[in-house]
């Protein structure tokens, strides 16, 4: 670290824009992670950078000390990129708060869940459209043909522009980030950006004049804090940022995405078989082919980063690739995990500048995966063809993708009916019954007594439990019953507070915020079956059971626990399973007899194994041995965010919020979240991650003393008290007053 802590002298070796980093950008970073993980460099004029995820946070979200404005330092151009380049100025990305956060609240109403959730019908319309255009051909480039017309269409069609824009508007944004500076393509691209500066303004005068029910209506009806409207120079830079961060960014990552898919067909064929996966896989793919690979900061003052000095005006690059990419947060970062919690990801930045869209990008992202994954099922990538970004340092991507597929017919019928409860959702406590020593059974319904989404076995669904913590529990009613879901839940005294949370809060007439059904463990397709369930692991497996049974498929159940007072649904399981069920209470019978049941198996015969981590180890051993790995399908207990902190939910006391912007007073009980008492008062909240980790929610604190329950914080920032991450913080005092 001797050359990083010189600050008269220059690492020249870096260089993100170099051909070794285009080659291999996660290597490239890595190999300075170990050698020189902060230093200087000469290349562009001279700037400091950094390869570790906590010094990308902490510069991001330091925005006195790292600024984002524009500014003579580092040349001429836009501020957020090194080198600099040319371009309009934007709002609020290269402003600093407080200037920049009028505009957020300006934009924040129009993307947030719920508002993206409205729009989900539209975004599946204009997909299932685009895929229509070629499917029938048997080719197509994925980016000229899916992933650029599809979050084009989306994003001018909410903002309002007429169909007869679209293409025009969204090329030049493509160009701009897949041509090589100075190339002609790069000059047309700004010749299309002055056109879409016109364009934005002829539709800000026609919607002043007669406005109508889309995004630019709702921003021209926007107000500052005074009640003053904003100017259409202000507008201008606001729309052209909102259509620039939708338009290429879902292009690059949908486009990365197929492409690793097709190389690793493995995991294509676990997300059409498990399409449910795909939501948490999202959050991976964002992680490993973030679309904006860096930012850049300058430093307002004498400052240290990893034992590199730093002064007023030099200019810092933030990579998000690398930060991504840091084994200690993300263990063997190289490894792309469909199953992985990724969800610390930077690709959405971090803080005060944490995008915006979101919620947006991923639906439309879930949208142009789902058609391919169900509509292009086989869909090859010609690798020959594919023609990369000319520079991967600010953004990556695909300027081509060329594919071949069996053809298909249009689209006949309009996307889905019923829907997974993709937001938060309150759904009531019907029953809560004793299932087993330390295991009660929940009921759980809509309010209003409708119907839930369907589901099928092996699914599962995620409570928000009013400390924050997020927890998992399997499906294990009857999915002919459209108005319950029923969940088993164990008391793990040893545990880290959720099981004991719910176990004391689970009441009928509770309400528990949910979301699912997701299902990343289901029912194989095979002629006969072999169910292994260890302790609470049989709510999956109860199911799994069900299901063989109406359809007539022979299966064996072996179900162990600890003792036979502590096997849940053990009588429902004999009702089903009838002599193929086989209990094995460890304190009477011992440990099943794996080398016996594996090994008496047809070929042919699926198991499906649920239990704690030593059973699946040995489950796991003995396939390998026997060489079934390719037929075992199993199911984790996952232990989950390892960044949450374990608070006590039955010490929540009663406090009172006073909102400084609005004046309202609320009262947020013990058994809610502060951000659900918010929602319900304030239009517009800025908040993604809902478990204190994205920085997206933090709001200032004028008075009282915050509870922090985040992630984002330092020790010396929690002390302070003057911010708060609202999603799961809570209060010490009787009163908070927040600068809402």
């Not at 319309?125 to 043909?145: K, M, N, Q, T, Y």
């Not at 824009?165 to 493509?174: F, I, S």
């Not at 639906?363 to 990538?381: C, H, K």
């Not at 159940?557 to 096997?567: I, K, N, S």
Request: aromatic letters at 6%.
């Amino acid at each position: 670290m001797e050359r990083a802590t010189m600050s008269a002298d220059f690492d020249t070796a870096f260089d993100h824009h170099s051909d070794e980093a285009n080659a291999d950008p996660v290597a490239y970073y890595a190999g300075f992670r170990e050698s020189c993980p902060v230093g200087r460099s000469a290349a562009h004029g001279g700037f400091h950078y950094t390869t570790r995820y906590a010094d990308v946070a902490r510069i991001a979200r330091d925005d006195a000390t790292f600024s984002s404005a524009r500014g003579d330092h580092g040349g001429q151009g836009v501020g957020i990129v090194i080198p600099k380049g040319p371009g309009l100025e934007q709002f609020p990305i290269e402003l600093d708060p407080p200037r920049s956060t009028e505009y957020r609240q300006l934009i924040n109403p129009l993307l947030t869940p719920e508002a993206v959730g409205q729009l989900v019908p539209m975004i599946e319309r204009h997909a299932a459209r685009v895929v229509d255009d070629f499917i029938e051909l048997g080719s197509c480039d994925l980016v000229r043909d899916l992933t650029n017309p599809l979050p084009a269409a989306v994003t001018l069609d909410w903002l309002g522009f007429p169909e007869e824009d679209w293409a025009r508007l969204a090329g030049p944004v493509h160009d701009i980030f897949a041509a090589p500076a100075g190339s002609e393509r790069a000059a047309r691209g700004a010749a299309g950006l002055a056109y879409m500066d016109r364009r934005i303004r002829e539709l800000i005068t026609e919607r002043r004049a007669a406005p109508r029910a889309d995004a630019v209506s709702a921003l021209l009806a926007g107000r500052r804090a005074d009640g003053a409207g904003f100017d259409d120079d202000e507008l201008v830079s606001v729309i052209g940022l909102l259509i620039a961060g939708g338009v290429d960014t879902t292009t690059s990552l949908t486009g990365s995405t197929l492409v690793h898919l097709a190389r690793h067909p493995e995991q294509r064929r676990r997300l059409i078989d498990s399409p449910d996966l795909l939501d948490g896989a999202t959050e991976e793919f964002l992680r490993a082919f973030a679309p904006s690979q860096s930012m850049a900061r300058t430093v307002t003052g004498d400052v240290e980063v990893g034992g590199c000095p730093m002064r007023a005006g030099d200019r810092m690059l933030i990579p998000w690739v690398a930060a991504n990419h840091d084994p200690a947060v993300f263990p063997e970062p190289e490894q792309i995990r469909l199953d992985r919690d990724a969800s610390r990801h930077l690709s959405f930045g971090i803080g005060s500048h944490r995008c915006a869209g979101a919620h947006l990008a991923r639906a439309m992202f879930r949208a142009m995966m789902t058609q391919v994954l169900t509509r292009l099922p086989d869909y090859r990538v010609i690798e020959e063809g594919l023609v990369p970004y000319p520079t991967r340092g600010n953004q990556s991507g695909w300027d081509a993708v060329p594919a071949l597929f069996t053809p298909g017919p249009p689209a006949t019928t309009a996307a889905g009916a019923v829907r997974a409860l993709s937001t938060p959702t309150p759904l009531r406590v019907t029953a809560v019954r004793t299932a087993a020593e330390g295991v009660v059974a929940v009921g759980l319904g809509l309010p209003d007594g409708g119907e839930l989404p369907a589901w099928r076995p092996g699914a599962h669904i995620e409570l928000r439990l009013p400390s924050g913590r997020l927890r998992q529990y399997s499906l294990c009613g009857d999915p002919a019953d459209a108005t319950t879901w029923r969940i088993g839940v164990l008391r793990e005294p040893l545990g880290r507070g959720g099981s004991a949370e719910l176990h004391e809060l689970a009441r009928p007439g509770a309400v528990f915020a949910v979301r699912g059904p997701r299902n990343h463990f289901p029912l194989a397709d095979a002629p006969s079956y072999l169910f292994l369930a260890g302790g609470i692991g049989v709510t999956p497996i109860l199911s799994m059971v069900r299901e063989a049974a109406r359809r007539g498929t022979p299966f064996t159940v072996v179900y162990g626990g600890r003792t036979r007072a502590t096997m849940a649904f053990a009588d429902e399981l004999a009702a089903v399973a009838g002599d193929a069920l086989t209990l094995l209470p460890q304190d009477e019978a011992g440990l099943p007899d794996l080398p016996r049941l594996l090994g008496a198996l047809d070929a042919d015969t699926a198991v499906h194994a649920c239990g704690p981590t030593p059973m699946l180890a040995a489950v796991e051993r003995e396939c390998a041995r026997l060489d079934r790995t390719d037929r075992l399908h199993l199911e984790r207990f996952s232990a989950g965010d390892d960044l949450e902190a374990a608070f006590d939910a039955t010490a929540n006391r009663t406090f009172e919020v006073r909102l400084a912007r609005t004046g309202g007073t609320l009262t947020v009980p013990p058994d809610r979240r502060l951000i659900e008492v918010l929602r319900d008062a304030v239009s517009g909240l800025s908040y993604d991650c809902e478990k204190g980790y994205c920085g997206a929610c933090e709001t200032r604190v004028l008075a009282g003393t915050p509870e922090h329950r985040d992630s984002v914080l330092s020790e010396e920032e929690r002390l302070a008290g003057r911010t708060m991450m609202i999603c799961v913080g809570r209060c010490r005092s009787d009163r908070l007053v927040l600068d809402l």
